[in-house]
Each structure stands twice: as C-alpha cells, then as structure tokens.
C-alpha cells in the first residue's frame, strides 16, 4: 500500500496532479482563446529610465539590446543610457543612478561597437528596472534626489534589492569597470482566500512590508473582496506588466471532517487563469501551500513555492529569478524534479515596521469583525497533529515587544479595536508574552482595544492572566483537546486534566472569557474517554467549548507518519477520505479512532445534549454549526455591528447579548 502523507521535500511530479494542472490550464485558457508563452527571465521589457532627464514627458530614448557575447562571452540584458554624453550626465545631480552610470567616454561597447556618450550597462538574469527612488519607497519610473549620491555599496547596506549586475564599461579613472546594481521590481501579490467572514491576509501586508524594505514595487489584489474574482483578476493585468506573480494560500480545506472542502481546485483554477494572463513567473507560498508544497506545485503548475516565510525568500526571489538556487526557502524545477533550497527562518527582529498600509484592512475590521497582529512565530509543542512546526518552524523566534505595540498602534489609527493574535501560542514563552503586556500597557492601549489570544493550557499563571487582562486581553482559546490523560499524551500534549481546571479557574479570577477547544477520534480515543472529556468541560465551566471531530493528518506531522506505517490501524477503519487516490493527503483525510467510527457524533450529541456552552459541528443539527466557513450567523452579526472572535461573536449571540457586550 502506499503511503500516506510525506514530508514536504522534492519529488518528481505526480501524473494526477499533473491532470488536475492540465485539465486546468486547458479550460482556463480555451475561455480566453489563448495561451501567454513564458518568455526567458531575460527579456528586456523595462528600460533604463532617468526620469528627471530633459526627456522627462516623452519615453526614453535607452535602445535595448538582448543576448550579446559582452563580456567574456557571457550572454545578459544590455541597455545604453541616452541620458549621458561624453562630459556626463545630463540629469547631472538629479539622477539617482548616477552612481551607477557613468559616461562611458569613447568606449567600446558590446561586439566592438563603439558606444562614445553612452554607459554600458549589463543586468544578468530577469527583466528589471533600475530602482529610482521616490523618498523612502521605490517608484518604478520616477526619479528623485534621496539616492543621487549613494554608491552601490551604500545601497546594499541600506537594504536596496540587489540583482546580479554590472556596468562593464565605466567612464574614468575613478569609476571601476564592475559595479553591482540596485534593481526595483513589480511584483503582485494576490490574496487567494475566499473564506467568509474575511480574515485579513496579515501575510501579504507583512510580505509588501518586506518587498517595499527591499526596494521593490508591491502590488496588492485581494480577491477575498471581489464579487467576481477571475473578472477582477483580468481587469489587474490589463494593461499592465509584472515581473512576478505571487499567490497566497492560506487554507488547504476548512479542517472539518463533517465538512470536508478543499481550496485546492480554487487554487489550481486561479493559478491557471494567472497563467493566460501574462508570462511572469509564478510563485506559490502561504502557511497551506508549506505543509504540502509539492503536491499544491504539481497540480496548479507555478514555477517557483516558498516553503515556509516569505518575507526573505521573496525579496530574493525578485532579485534572483535567474538564480533561484540563491533563494532561501524556494522550490523550483530543475528537469524533471524539484529542487528545494534550505530555509533560512527570519528573525523577526530584523523585519522592518510593519506599517499595515498595503492591505485594506479598514473593510476587513467592517466585514470581519476583527484584525490580526503576531508577536512571534513558530512553535515547538511537538503536537502529533499540529502542521504549524512543518509551515512555520520548530522554534519560536519572539519579536520586540515595541515592535507590535507599534503595529497595534497602526490598526487602532485605522479603526480596528478588537485584534486577535496570530500566534501558535501567546503564552510561550511565559516571559515574551508578559513583556508584551507590559509594553502594551505602558503604552497606554489596555483601554483602547479589546484583543483575544490562541494559548496553551499550561503554563498559564494568575500574574500572566492579570497581565493580559489589564493589557487590553479580553478571552482566549485554548487548545485543550483533550479530559483524558492518555489521549493528550497520545497526541503529543504537555497539559493534564487537571491543568484544564487550573487554567479554568485562572481565567475566572483575572475576568477572561475563555473557551477550550476540543479535538475528539484521535488515537486512542473510546467512548469512555470521551464521556471523561465532557464531564471534565462541565466541572471547568468554560464559557464555551468548541468540538471537532476527526483528527486532520497533514503531511510531516507525527500523526501523519503513523498512518503511514499502519502505526494508527488498517486504513479502512481508521482514516476517512480519499487516501488511497491521493497519498500527498492534498485531499482531506481525517483519522477517527476506530473505537468511536460512526458512533462518534450520536455519542457526543446525546452527551452534549442541548447545552449551548458546546459548539458541536455535527452533520445532523446544521443550526448548531461550528464551522466559521460561509457562516451566514456570523457574517450577518458582524454587519450588525459585533466584533471580536467568532466563537465569542456566537456566545454573546446566544447569550442575548448585543454588540458592545
């Protein structure tokens, strides 16, 4: 039998993926009668351009040349600046490359044409523009002072991009024969998610935050607030060029066995449709996209996936499409295969301020009822089920607490006053999330914003409770999964049943809301377990329990590779879904003990009961749906005014409390 799940290294392409990418393209591109063939990475679409030069209102006059001997032989993009003549540069101190072009005074250009007026200029790999700055923020085609009079390598200390480039025929004796240059690019950045209500796609702001550090040009189309995404997708590339195409996927599935939907046909069709659209080169990442990233490559067909964060490799992809062995965290196909380079996880430290101004995050608090912030990433739990280690690392890496103050400065400026974390676990470790209270609240923001948080059960102490409350905290979630203390230690778990009533007791003294979040049918689980579950919830008194049942297995997990060496049981009765089709698990497939199998949602409906503290997903009582996907409850409360985290959306419903409860 083969395997199910694997870890997320190279692999040569399925044949049904490969179907599902040609299947795919096929129909997207016999609806628009065409299909845009990818061009080398070193077409000469972009000029060199002084913007500020005496041809300031008509195009310049830089004549493009391609694929040159040049150097030692060595094949590139070459342009000529028309801007210079032999006493120098026109645009004299005005032009921002003028460190970088020289007048090249009776030289001899490429192939011993003489070139007298002109620097010559190779550029190697993908088509670029040279940046030219605007302020702090490059600006394809306009012109400006601020980099006047920095030499390139000033412009590499400063984080300007840099593309393998050289001026190989300088003008005097004091301006070297090789220089490096600072190349701006267009890249787009597309929000594939279509989830209702819409969560803010924080990782593109964090990705144009990164993008626009490094000198290049982001491009933001957020098709979660699109009526019509593929007409909305057209209408962005009309008339318009890019020089890379990054699709953002954050979702597999909706992580619901009761559910059970893919985004992955979403994902291929798009990647399709991008494809008819224009011959940049695509690229795919997204915590769904890193769990699985050679399955998701096969079936939807782009060139490049970052496995992993994107705010190093994409900035590297931009500068190196020529030499996507350089970037760190890239899958690209060389031959028949594809390649992976090592990731190189950021120190969030070293990222640059993350202004939020990129995404439309005014809308996402209206439509949404909230925005998310991070104050670290990663997590090192070693949960068997959880794909956060796998997408996101197995260490935490804190960010300064300042630096999220500043963050949550820059949503409440934009009217988002209930924020939820985006973190594995706020509370680990103990000390960060403590100096983040503290900054927060000597910032003044305790009584400013409402915020709720993803933690562990433990450790949970009454000093960090009273922190986050007096922080602005208003409820967390915690990962309970589990009253049986066999079933947590199957599943990886540090906490204890008593831990739970602990915690429980913790939050009741600081005034948190809280709620456990249950994850029913793993290994191990029986019908007496779960019976010991639900009365552990009850003698916790939570505010509200949430239930999911079926253990979700992606790939790289511990789970996952239980199931795989037949650790779980036969896969007929322990694992629902389509694995023996699919064995990369990019379909669902859940695992469900085979000690509960179908007995499983009638058991915990008649323990349930009518107790509205329970949020049971439970095929047969749709009313009492806990699945935030296409949530009609939700999406009309959020319009009428309430805001906060759904699950606390839905308790204040039920509650009969009104907004501002």
């Known amino acids: 039998m083969s395997p199910v799940g694997s870890n997320p290294t190279p692999s040569a392409s399925s044949d049904e993926a490969r179907r599902i990418n040609h299947r795919a393209v096929s129909h997207a591109c016999a609806a628009r009668g ?30 493009p040349k391609r694929e040159l001997s040049g150097v030692d032989g060595r094949p590139g993009v070459w342009a000529f600046c028309a801007s210079a003549d032999a006493n120098g540069c026109r645009s004299r101190s005005s032009c921002p490359i003028r460190s970088v072009l020289r007048t090249a005074a009776n030289g001899q250009g490429p192939k011993g044409q003489e070139q007298t007026g002109r620097a010559i200029v190779r550029v190697l790999g993908a088509s670029a523009l040279v940046s030219q700055g605007a302020g702090d923020r490059v600006v394809p085609g306009r012109c400006a002072a601020p980099l006047a009079d920095r030499r390139p390598q000033d412009a590499v200390h400063a984080g300007w991009p840099v593309v393998r480039g050289e001026l190989v025929h300088g003008g005097g004796p004091n301006q070297p024969a090789s220089e490096t240059l600072a190349i701006a690019m267009d890249v787009l950045l597309i929000n594939t998610n279509r989830m209702h209500p819409p ?20 491009h933001v189309l957020d098709l979660c607030m699109q009526a019509d995404p593929i007409r909305a997708l057209a209408g962005c590339f009309a008339g318009r060029t890019f020089d890379l195409v990054g699709l953002s996927f954050r979702n597999t599935d909706d992580c619901y066995m009761s559910g059970g939907e893919s985004f992955v046909p979403w994902l291929v069709q798009l990647a399709a449709e991008v ?15 890193s769990v699985m990233p050679t399955a998701i490559l096969d079936a939807c067909g782009a060139q490049f996936g970052v496995w992993g964060e994107g705010e190093l490799a994409l900035p590297a992809l931009a500068s190196n499409l020529d030499r996507p062995d350089r970037v760190p965290g890239l899958l690209w196909r060389g031959g028949d295969r594809w390649h992976a380079n090592p990731r ?25 009822g909230q925005l998310g912030f991070e104050t670290k990433r990663g997590c090192n739990q070693g949960c068997a089920y959880c794909a956060d280690p796998v997408a996101r690392g197995d260490a935490i890496r804190v960010r300064p607490p300042a630096g999220v103050v500043a963050e949550v400065r820059a949503l409440l400026a934009m009217g988002g006053d209930h924020l939820h974390t985006c973190d594995s676990e706020f509370n680990l470790p103990l000390h960060h999330a403590e100096a983040v209270c503290d900054a927060l609240i ?7 914003i409402r915020w709720y948080a993803y933690c562990s059960p433990t450790p949970f102490p009454l000093s960090l409770a ?30 204890t049943p008593d831990d739970l009533l602990t915690t429980a007791r913790t939050c009741r003294k600081a005034g948190l809301v809280f709620m456990y979040d249950l994850l029913i049918g793993g290994p191990g689980e029986s019908e007496a377990s779960v019976r010991a ?3 552990l919830m009850r003698k916790a008194e939570p505010d509200r329990v949430g239930v999911s049942v079926g253990v979700r297995l992606y790939p790289g997990t511990p789970l996952a590779a239980q199931a795989a060496d037949g650790r779980l049981g036969p896969h007929a009765t322990s694992l629902r879904g389509d694995e023996r089709a699919d064995p990369s698990l990019l379909k669902p497939v859940y695992y469900l003990s085979p000690a509960l199998g179908d007995r499983a949602f009638p058991l915990l409906a008649d323990l349930v009961g009518d107790d509205p503290r329970f949020f049971f997903a439970d ?35 039920q509650d009969g409390l009104g907004p501002s409860q």
Do not use: Q
């Not at 011959?279 to 795919?284: D, G, Y």
């Not at 749709?622 to 308790?651: P, Q």
């Open 275 to 289: 494809r008819c659209l224009t011959a940049a080169p695509v690229v795919v990442g997204g915590a769904g996209f």
């Open 442 to 448: 000597a910032a003044g923001l305790g009584d400013s």
């Open 466 to 495: 009273v922190k986050m409350r007096r922080a602005g905290c208003v409820g967390i979630d915690f990962g309970a999964d589990s009253g049986d203390a066999s079933v947590l230690a199957r599943l990886g778990r540090r906490h």
């Open 34 to 63: 065409k299909l845009v063939t990818h061009a080398p990475l070193d077409r000469p679409r972009y000029l060199i351009s002084t913007a500020n030069s005496p041809c300031i209102h008509r195009p310049c006059c830089c004549t």
């Open 619 to 653: 095929p047969a009582r749709t009313d009492r749906n806990y699945n935030y996907n296409a949530n009609r409850l939700l999406c009309d409360a959020i319009a009428r005014g309430y805001r906060g985290a759904y699950w606390d959306i839905l308790r204040r419903l």
């Open 344 to 368: 190189a996880f950021v120190d969030p430290a070293a990222l640059p301020t993350m202004t939020r101004r990129w995404v439309d995050n005014r809308r996402y608090f209206r439509e949404g």
């Open 199 to 218: 969560v803010a796609p924080i990782a593109l702001d964090y990705l144009a935050e990164a993008l626009a550090a490094a000198g290049h040009s982001p």
């Open 533 to 535: 579950t639900v009365e």
